[in-house]
């Protein structure tokens, strides 16, 4: 497919086609009638309004991608986990650490990450923000669009929240014993990876104990030319704790996430240089404390609470120049408090009312030598944001109403000003249930990003000859997004029990003082640019018969910088993802395949150096088994092909002029063994 161009062509062939990410769907057992599988559209997520909400019913565009399907794709990292969710793109080269997802061209830290409920906010120039296996994730949810009226500051590209697994995800719901485990182990051909996850839970009456451990080990890469990839090899040692305590309708969890990786990357590991190389060793710990009650017979009363620990440190001893020693760290403590009220009011339906607040503080430091590093400021700041919603249901519609205050007060050592900034969030949406089978829904968001501690006062060197300039005085980004979609379900389309869903969004995000960085010859400053707009289209369409699934996912995004009259240089191609399966339900079999198409990008600005003015467009095709034999229930066989022709690509958030001396990851066989106790 040959779009070049955002809005066009690629914007019909979604509206027609519609899209959805792929679904490898868990295999009946041998036993049972060919019984659908629900599609990805029929997963529940409290993502999108905070409540729980069937993603192919909100007004909200969330995908949920389940633990069948983030053991399917057997990836490295999150953000290959989530590569094919319309609107959704890898930014940076493939060293797994480094990666980050753009959401609608949108990324850094204009994406809310949240780990069990835990705030994410690590961000220091090019090294990367997820840092968890996705081998220990139940779900992860991907919201795209504005959502600060909900999460506050940073969501205007969207939210991403991750879940960790649980006691009931090992536990067999039929086993006559209250203990559960599995072991899984994996090769892939790529860097001659082997990783591997063990996990084990028991049950005790209201109390139930979860131990987790997960990781992997390869060298460096291959691309589709057959170069090597450099200083792509990584060792990652990833854990976690869990203790649960449901006495009654309390639930209590306490939970703890380690996360280790060592490997040798240049400094701005997600770029293609391979300059300022150093032994990197990556930290993370997430501790985090969840309260919830619910009674169904107290309609009213639904406390939600968590409260947080999240510290990330990375440790860089550089092999070349000064050989310096540098520390980056942050550390997160916070605590979100909710409460969901359902009544009747009015004469209308019902209502659900949430009303929430929470408070974090991010303190960071940045050192060399053991001393302050400028290029990563010791600062700290304060946020309190106080939420509230209201979804109400009123016959055939249901319009929901969400307003968010937030205050932010931040702060550096030898700074020249304290900058305290507020801002509100408003967001509406309406949705009418026009028929059975047809839903269509518009909404209205405005949502903010505060500079970030080091956009606001990094100062230093940021290479030989240039120098970082603070800018104290940026202005907060704000964004405008109207958005209309409309969302389709049907049953018994070609088969009695089958199932289709599908979704069309159309979206166009105003963004006011958007903050770029800006590398002259002799310094790198951050400023505001006046206007900036992001526009397109998304779909999603999943079938599901039982015995065969399929779906289509597209985007088609157009990014402007409206000041300057140059398009945005972040905003990726138009790409469409076919995808579909086989189920052999009697031997357990389940086989299918995924073919990504992206169009070339030439829509580039041309003031801005270093930057390509194409890139070419490509295809993939990757390949799929799963075996869970009759004859060994507890056992699950997983076999995959990615990019099986070993084509030689590069995706646009990373190409440049003059192009790197590598493309993309070349063709990897993988395989994996689950055995369940």
Same mark, same amino acid.
């Given at each position: 497919m040959a779009c070049r161009r955002p809005i066009g062509l690629c914007t019909t062939i979604v509206a027609i086609c519609a899209a959805g990410p792929l679904a490898a769907q868990q295999a009946d057992p041998p036993s049972a009638p060919p019984a659908v599988v629900a599609t990805p559209l029929d997963a529940v997520t409290a993502t999108g309004t905070r409540t729980p909400t069937v993603s192919g019913d909100s007004a909200v565009p969330v995908s949920v991608l389940s633990r069948e399907e983030i053991l399917e794709r057997d990836a490295r990292s999150v953000t290959e986990t989530i590569r094919d969710v319309p609107g959704v793109e890898l930014s940076g080269v493939g060293r797994t650490t480094a990666l980050q997802p753009l959401i609608r061209g949108l990324g850094?830290?204009?994406?809310?990450?949240?780990?069990? +409920?835990?705030?994410? @906010?690590?961000?220091?120039?090019?090294? *990367?923000?997820?840092?968890?296996?996705?081998?220990?994730?139940?779900?992860?949810?991907?919201?795209?669009?504005? !959502?600060?009226?909900?999460? !506050?500051? $940073?969501?205007? +590209? =969207?939210? /991403? @929240?991750?879940?960790? /697994?649980?006691?009931?995800? /090992?536990? %067999?719901?039929?086993?006559?014993?209250?203990? +559960? $485990?599995?072991?899984? $182990?994996?090769? %892939?051909?790529?860097?001659?990876?082997?990783? $591997?996850?063990?996990?084990?839970?028991?049950?005790? =009456?209201?109390?139930?104990?979860? =131990?987790?451990?997960? *990781?992997? @080990?390869? %060298?460096?890469?291959?691309? =589709?030319? +057959?170069?090597? /990839?450099?200083?792509?090899?990584d060792s990652v040692a990833n854990g976690l704790a869990r203790l649960q305590w449901r006495p009654g309708n309390h639930s209590f969890d306490l939970s703890g996430m380690m996360f280790r990786d060592s490997n040798v990357l240049p400094i701005a590991a997600n770029t293609p240089t391979e300059q300022s190389i150093s032994d990197r060793i990556t930290e993370q710990q997430v501790y985090t404390l969840r309260y919830n009650y619910a009674d169904p017979s107290m309609p009213l009363l639904n406390p939600q609470v968590v409260i947080y620990h999240n510290h990330v440190q990375l440790q860089e001893q550089r092999r070349t120049g000064t050989r310096a020693r540098d520390t980056t760290d942050q550390t997160t403590n916070g605590i979100d408090a909710q409460n969901n009220s359902r009544f009747s009011l009015f004469g209308w339906d019902n209502h659900i009312v949430t009303l929430g607040t929470e408070f974090y503080r991010d303190d960071q430091e940045g050192t060399q030598n053991g001393r302050r590093r400028a290029q990563f400021p010791t600062a700290s700041q304060d946020v309190l944001g106080i939420y509230g919603q209201d979804q109400i249901a009123m016959g055939d519609f249901t319009l929901v109403g969400a307003l968010r205050y937030d205050a932010f007060s931040q702060s550096a050592d030898n700074a020249p000003n304290d900058t305290i900034v507020d801002r509100l969030s408003p967001k509406v949406s309406l949705a009418y249930q026009a028929l059975p089978w047809l839903q269509p829904y518009v909404s209205y968001a405005e949502a903010f990003r505060a500079p970030s501690l080091t956009e606001l006062y990094v100062s230093g060197q940021h290479f030989p000859g240039n120098l970082f300039i603070p800018n104290p005085y940026l202005q907060p980004e704000t964004s405008h997004n109207i958005e209309a979609g409309v969302n389709i379900r049907f049953s018994d389309v070609l088969r009695d029990g089958d199932r289709l869903r599908m979704r069309v969004t159309a979206f166009r995000n105003e963004i006011d003082n958007f903050i770029e960085q800006l590398v002259y010859a002799t310094y790198t400053v951050s400023r505001n640019v006046a206007s900036a707009r992001i526009q397109g289209v998304e779909a999603e369409l999943q079938y599901d018969a039982g015995t065969w699934f399929g779906a289509v996912s597209a985007s088609a995004l157009q990014g402007d910088n409206l000041t300057d009259d140059q398009p945005l240089a972040s905003v990726p191609a138009n790409r469409m993802t076919l995808s579909g399966g086989y189920r052999f339900l009697e031997d357990g079999v389940v086989v299918g395949a995924r073919w990504q198409l992206v169009a070339a990008q030439d829509r580039n600005p041309d003031n801005v150096p270093g930057i390509a003015e194409e890139t070419s467009g490509y295809g993939l095709l990757d390949l799929y088994a799963t075996w869970r034999p009759s004859f060994a229930p507890n056992l699950r066989f997983d076999v995959g092909l990615d990019n099986a022709f070993n084509h030689a690509y590069r995706r646009s958030t990373w190409n440049s002029n003059p192009p790197p001396n590598f493309y993309e990851t070349g063709r990897n066989f993988r395989a994996a063994v689950t055995l369940t106790f």
């Open positions: 850094d830290d204009r994406i809310v990450f949240r780990i069990d +409920g835990a705030r994410n @906010n690590f961000n220091a120039g090019h090294r *990367g923000r997820i840092f968890i296996d996705p081998e220990l994730l139940r779900q992860i949810d991907v919201m795209r669009g504005p !959502g600060s009226a909900l999460y !506050g500051s $940073g969501a205007i +590209g =969207g939210v /991403i @929240n991750m879940r960790t /697994i649980e006691p009931d995800d /090992i536990i %067999q719901p039929d086993s006559d014993l209250p203990v +559960g $485990g599995f072991f899984r $182990g994996g090769y %892939q051909s790529q860097g001659s990876m082997w990783r $591997g996850l063990a996990a084990g839970a028991a049950r005790a =009456g209201d109390f139930a104990v979860l =131990g987790a451990i997960s *990781g992997f @080990n390869n %060298q460096n890469f291959t691309d =589709g030319a +057959g170069n090597t /990839i450099p200083y792509t090899a």
